[in-house]
């Protein structure tokens, strides 16, 4: 799953006031418009540049590639739990075969045997398990998802959209994208 980004739109990465990226996925992306706009509103400083320009008939100025918040933003202690979460913290597989494609929400214990809506109970299935598990317990139905559904933080999330780059990545970007990356000890 890729976010394409065209060229000619030359977006800026928007990084939060420690310079790291507000968000990895979807990676937090602003239009020129928009980048411009905060760099006039003084809320941005820029960091890097694209060597695209645009001009009004007194001045000219380059596009901003990375900008960076002037004040830093806390970021929700919590993920918010909607349906694009679940599927990001379980990598956009399916719980019951590793499947990627058609997926859906399922409810382990079903909702019918009082099953909640909940990060407990919820996991991505694709359709044809979701259709085959049906109004079953997991014992039942011999199918349990492949990790025990669970709350994740903002940094599990954050870790899980690293793995989903988007395909379009300007280089004055790369520096702010990896540098933070956990490394493995070895
Ligand atoms: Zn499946």
Redesign the pocket.
């Known amino acids: 799953m890729t976010i394409g980004v065209p060229n000619d739109l030359s977006p800026a990465l928007v990084l939060n006031a420690d310079y790291r990226p507000l968000s990895y996925y979807p990676l937090s992306l602003w239009s020129w418009q928009d980048a411009i706009k905060a760099v006039f509103l003084d809320r941005v400083t820029i960091v890097a540049e694209y060597d695209r320009a645009v001009h009004s008939p007194t001045a000219s100025m380059r596009l901003p590639s990375v900008v960076c918040l002037k004040s830093y933003v806390k970021p929700a202690r919590n993920p918010a739990f909607t349906r694009f979460n679940v599927f990001l913290r379980d990598r956009f597989q399916?719980q019951?075969?590793?499947?990627h494609n058609d997926l859906t929400f399922d409810h382990v214990v079903p909702r019918s045997k009082g099953g909640l809506t909940t990060w407990e109970n919820v996991v991505a299935?694709?359709s044809?398990?979701?259709l085959r598990k049906g109004g079953h317990m997991p014992k039942a139905a011999g199918m349990f998802p492949q990790q025990k559904p669970y709350q994740p933080t903002v940094h599990d999330l954050h870790n899980n959209g690293r793995l989903f780059p988007p395909n379009y990545l300007h280089e004055s970007w790369l520096d702010y994208l990896y540098w933070d990356t956990e490394l493995d000890p070895e």
């Not at 019951?96 to 499947?99: F, I, K, M, R, S």
Request: glycine share 10%.
């Open positions: 399916c019951y075969c590793g499947d299935a694709c044809p398990c979701n």
